[in-house]
C-alpha cells in the first residue's frame, strides 16, 4: 500500500502555476539555446580603404579624421603630420578631411 502523503505531492505538482512556471522555464533555456550558436557567427574583417593612408593624409588637407584618429600636417613643408592614438575600442569609419590646406595658410 502506498502513503496517502504520495498522492497530495503529486496533485501540488500539477497545478496551473507550477505548469506554466515549467514552461517558461523550458522556453528560456531553448531560447538561451539558440541564441549561443547565433553568436558563433564569423564576421568578416574591415579593409582599409586603398587610396592613401591615415598618416599620409589625403592630398591638400591640412587636418583628417577616421573618427577614431585626428591627424594634423606640420605647418612647414616636408614636416611629418602628427595624429592623436586610437582608443581601445574605436570602429575606424572613412577618412575624411576636416580642413582643407588652403584655409590653413591665410
Do not use: Y
Request: glycine content about 4%; hydrophobic content about 40%; charged content about 25%.
Amino acid at each position: 500500500m502506498r502513503p496517502r502523503g504520495d498522492h497530495r505531492k503529486m496533485r501540488r505538482l500539477l497545478t496551473p502555476r507550477f505548469l506554466i512556471a515549467m514552461s517558461m522555464t523550458i522556453a528560456v533555456m531553448m531560447i538561451a539555446a539558440d541564441a549561443t550558436v547565433a553568436a558563433e557567427l564569423a564576421i568578416p574583417s574591415r579593409k582599409p580603404p586603398a587610396d592613401f593612408s591615415l598618416q599620409k593624409g589625403p592630398p591638400n588637407c591640412a587636418r583628417w579624421t577616421d573618427e577614431c584618429v585626428n591627424c594634423t600636417r606640420g605647418a612647414t613643408a616636408g614636416e611629418a603630420p602628427v595624429c592623436s592614438n586610437i582608443g581601445f575600442a574605436c570602429q575606424p569609419k572613412a577618412i575624411r578631411c576636416l580642413t582643407p590646406e588652403a584655409s590653413q595658410k591665410k
